[in-house]
C-alpha cells in the first residue's frame, strides 16, 4: 500500500514557476513508475507527465514539454513536478499518481496507476 501526499500548490502569475512535491510512503516506492495528472474544471483528467520506477526515463505531454520537470527522490521517497513558464490553460488540479509495474517508458494512462493523492490547486492567473 502507498499513500500519496501532495503539496506546493497555489496561486501565480502568468509566466511565473511553481514547485509541486508529493510525498509517498512505503517501503516499495523504488519500485513505483510516478506520474503527474491534472483536471481542470469540466474537463477530464489528463496526464502532464511520468517517471519510471528507476528515473531512467520520462514521458511528458505535448502541452508542457520543455515548460516542466519531473524528478524523483529515492532516499526521501519524493516525487517533484517543477513547473515554469505557467499559462492560465495550466490552471488545475494536479494529482500525483504511483504505478507498481516496471513499464518503461513509464506509461500515460491514468487506469495504469494504481494509487493516487488528493489532489493540489494550481492556479496560473493572466
Not at 500519496?4 to 509541486?20: D, M, P, T
Not at 515554469?84 to 490552471?91: G, I, K, M
Request: glycine fraction near 12%; charged fraction near 20%; hydrophobic fraction near 35%.
Amino acid at each position: 500500500q502507498v499513500q500519496l501526499v501532495e503539496s506546493g500548490g497555489g496561486l501565480v502569475q502568468a509566466g511565473g514557476s511553481l514547485r509541486l512535491s508529493c510525498a509517498a510512503s512505503g517501503r516499495t516506492f523504488g519500485s513505483y513508475a510516478m506520474g503527474w495528472f491534472r483536471q481542470a474544471p469540466g474537463k477530464e483528467r489528463e496526464f502532464v507527465t511520468a517517471i519510471s520506477w528507476n528515473g531512467g526515463n520520462t514521458a511528458y505531454a505535448d502541452s508542457v514539454k520543455g515548460r516542466f520537470t519531473i524528478s524523483r527522490d529515492g532516499a526521501k521517497n519524493m516525487v517533484y513536478l517543477q513547473m515554469d513558464s505557467l499559462r492560465p490553460e495550466d490552471t488545475a488540479v494536479y494529482y500525483c499518481a504511483a504505478d507498481r509495474s516496471f513499464t518503461t517508458p513509464p506509461s500515460k494512462l491514468s487506469l495504469e496507476y494504481d494509487y493516487w493523492g488528493q489532489g493540489t490547486q494550481v492556479t496560473v492567473s493572466s
